[in-house]
């Protein structure tokens, strides 16, 4: 991955470079992603902070935009995060999100001959998914076509394979989210018995690290959550978490080194054993209810991980490990390479289909 979050590890077919760009669109609560060929056929990915800041020009007055990292660093005190539930929940931030993207868009060169696919998660907020479909269908791109698929299916597309393999199976995803935990069943595309829960989350996670530090501590170090954030990215590990130290600098002068040894691993223990009941004994009984056959040919086959929290180390076999305790019976659960990429990745080959 280059430098500026990029991405390029592909070339894009001659027949297809003849027709619209094919873009797939993540647009996350924290993060978003783009995936998309750029004009010499190489695949790019770019992932960014899905936050805005806008500050006067000091000669022209005008009004200036910065997103991604650059807004952030260089203005957190006005810094605006617009999908932190997950979805523009107002008019108001349906415009903030619409100003970000078409700034995202913009700058990577994107305009409107291309056909758009962008992942939605799975959610009972209707005027929510009405935004965001504004946010795309009024941006610079998608004149060709603007569609949505569920993020836990466009998650779950790389996980199977090279092509379009997971639009042709009965399976179940599981969507490790910062906002939600969500869970699905896709019977040859089609949308079974969707689940969603809030009161698992790595937003939640971050909430209990940042407890859990000051605990640890005796009370002289207190983070906030986006330092619980980058603990948990940085050095969360299933398989082999090692201590590790940082230094805050105190009040008065000076600084104080501290060790942390449980606050990261403690939460997302627990994490998972509350992600394990919920997709046990709540969407796997729901689905068992509903369709019963799609139930039994889904828990033979992998289930797949999405989300940025199974990008940690180990997650995907210790989740595995616990299902199948809970169940009692032998399940199998993969994940994408690169699960909080793969969304974009696979809506962006949707996107390419449809394309051609």
Do not use: W
Not at 34 to 41: E, K, R, V
Not at 97 to 124: Q, R
Not at 191 to 220: K, M, Y
């Amino acid at each position: 991955m280059a430098e500026d979050g990029t991405d390029e590890d592909a070339s894009f077919d001659d027949e297809t470079a003849k027709g619209p760009t094919p873009v797939g669109v993540k647009l996350g609560s924290t993060r978003t992603i783009l995936q998309f060929y750029d004009g010499d056929g190489d695949l790019e990915t770019v992932r960014t902070l899905t936050c805005l800041a806008t500050y006067e020009d000091a000669l022209t007055g005008d009004e200036r935009v910065l997103y991604g990292e650059q807004a952030a660093q260089e203005y957190p005190d006005s810094v605006e995060y617009m999908l932190r539930s997950g979805l523009p929940e107002n008019d108001d931030g349906a415009e903030l999100a619409k100003k970000f993207f078409s700034e995202l868009v913009n700058a990577n060169g994107l305009d409107g001959d291309s056909a758009v696919v962008y992942a939605i998660p799975t959610i009972d907020n209707e005027p929510g998914l009405r935004n965001l479909n504004r946010v795309i269908e009024e941006s610079p791109v998608g004149d060709a076509l603007v569609r949505s698929f569920p993020e836990s299916l466009c998650g779950a597309i790389p996980a199977f394979g090279d092509e379009l393999e997971a639009i042709d199976s009965v399976f179940a995803a599981i969507n490790m989210g910062s906002t939600n935990l969500e869970a699905s069943a896709y019977r040859h595309g089609e949308q079974l018995s969707p689940f969603v829960s809030g009161a698992v989350t790595g937003n939640e996670v971050d909430r209990r690290i940042a407890n859990a530090v000051e605990e640890e501590t005796q009370g002289r170090v207190n983070i906030d959550l986006t330092t619980a954030r980058e603990y948990k990215e940085e050095h969360a590990d299933f398989d082999d978490f090692e201590a590790f130290t940082d230094v805050i600098q105190q009040p008065g002068g000076g600084s104080h080194e501290f060790t942390i040894e449980r606050s990261v691993m403690e939460p997302l223990d627990d994490y998972l054993d509350d992600a394990v009941d919920e997709v046990a004994n709540n969407f796997l009984a729901q689905l068992a209810n509903d369709h019963m056959k799609p139930y039994q040919l889904a828990l033979s086959k992998p289930i797949v991980l999405t989300g940025g929290m199974a990008c940690i180390p180990g997650i995907v076999e210790e989740f595995e490990t616990r299902l199948s305790e809970e169940l009692d019976r032998d399940v199998e659960c993969i994940a994408a390479d690169r699960p909080d990429l793969a969304p974009a990745e696979g809506a962006r080959r949707i996107a390419e289909r449809l394309a051609k």
